[in-house]
């Protein structure tokens, strides 16, 4: 009886062994792919933001496109002249296909240029606070200001109002929720040395700018998030990504260290990363951003195409020793949860 039990047992125990060999893991078949997204029709997408489509069911990406594959134009004007473009996921972030590019019916100026967006929903509206650039141009000593902009499907956009801020040269909208049931936006002043400023409004639509937030160095693109018990801002300090952390929202601690400043391994990785974006799921913290992959010594300058084109890219975070850290050649295994 004893040596059937014994058998018994170890048949049950071989079975479980070739089961867990020959069965991949729920995980491993979740793994984001690097790039995680290549614009089709430019291929220079940039700053990305992602938000749940409730009307769909499917995850958005939203992101500044530039003209990286095309010839004859001087200086930055491939930088300018294109709308917000639209990548969709319709299997939790794991996957997303080029979709459109926004209706955006605002356009006072013959040219225009549309960057950074950033895109939140309130009370079954969705909001944009979008960068407009009042032309084409091939160098940055223009104008820029930032537009706000309601829809209800995420894809048509009317106008609402341009934001009064600190001047006519402002970049790069980040907007929360404040504890109090008020909103902060916070954003990048060109004119004060690339300095992260702030403004508070009662509703979305009107806006007092309060004057600088965070100045010890030049920055832009700034994330701002809440996670672990505290609020988090990363922003782009063009040797990877700086990070502050606050306990009200308002005083700042810069904390050492830039998150993707060494390059990676991956595919379109091997460069800093650039202009980030975070979105916090069940706990889980993934930071998406971009890299100019041509941008590295052994391309030659005069490959302009290489050196222009851009990649979008996704790591989780990770919370250790009260840091926020990540390790962009570690797999990133992601399911977004419409939680945001």
């Not at 200001?145 to 934001?163: A, D, G, K």
Request: hydrophobic fraction near 35%.
């Amino acid at each position: 009886m004893k040596k059937q039990i014994l058998l018994l047992y170890l048949y049950t125990m071989i079975g479980l062994l070739l089961a867990s060999c020959s069965a991949p893991s729920e995980q491993s078949d979740r793994i984001a792919a690097k790039p995680l997204f290549r614009d089709p029709v430019y291929d220079g997408a940039a700053d990305p933001v992602v938000i749940w489509n409730r009307h769909e069911n499917k995850w958005l990406m939203f992101y500044t496109n530039r003209r990286a594959n095309a010839e004859g134009l001087d200086g930055v004007t491939w930088v300018h002249g294109t709308r917000i473009g639209i990548a969709e996921s319709s299997d939790y972030g794991l996957t997303w296909q080029y979709r459109d590019t926004c209706d955006i019916q605002y356009r006072p100026d013959a040219e225009f240029s549309h960057w950074a967006p950033e895109v939140i929903e309130h009370d079954g509206t969705y909001h944009m606070y979008l960068t407009y650039v009042p032309g084409i141009f091939t160098d940055w000593n223009h104008p820029r200001n930032i537009i706000h902009l309601t829809s209800t499907n995420l894809i048509n956009w009317n106008y609402e109002s341009t934001l009064k801020l600190a001047n006519d040269k402002v970049i790069d909208a980040c907007v929360m929720q404040m504890p109090d049931g008020n909103w902060r936006m916070w954003y990048n002043n060109e004119k004060d040395g690339k300095s992260i400023y702030y403004a508070d409004s009662p509703d979305l639509y009107d806006w007092q700018d309060k004057g600088k937030a965070v100045g010890d160095q030049g920055g832009e693109g700034p994330v701002v998030f809440a996670w672990k018990n505290k609020y988090w801002m990363i922003t782009d300090v063009w040797q990877g990504l700086a990070v502050y952390q606050s306990d009200d929202l308002s005083n700042w601690q810069r904390i050492p260290g830039n998150l993707l400043e060494q390059p990676g391994s991956g595919p379109d990785d091997q460069v800093k990363g650039g202009h980030p974006y975070v979105v916090v799921s069940n706990d889980r913290a993934y930071l998406f951003y971009f890299t100019h992959p041509g941008r590295i010594d052994s391309i030659p300058e005069s490959d302009w195409y290489e050196k222009r084109r851009s990649s979008i890219q996704v790591v989780e975070l990770k919370y250790e020793n009260g840091q926020i850290v990540c390790d962009r050649d570690a797999p990133t295994f992601i399911e977004l949860q419409q939680n945001r």
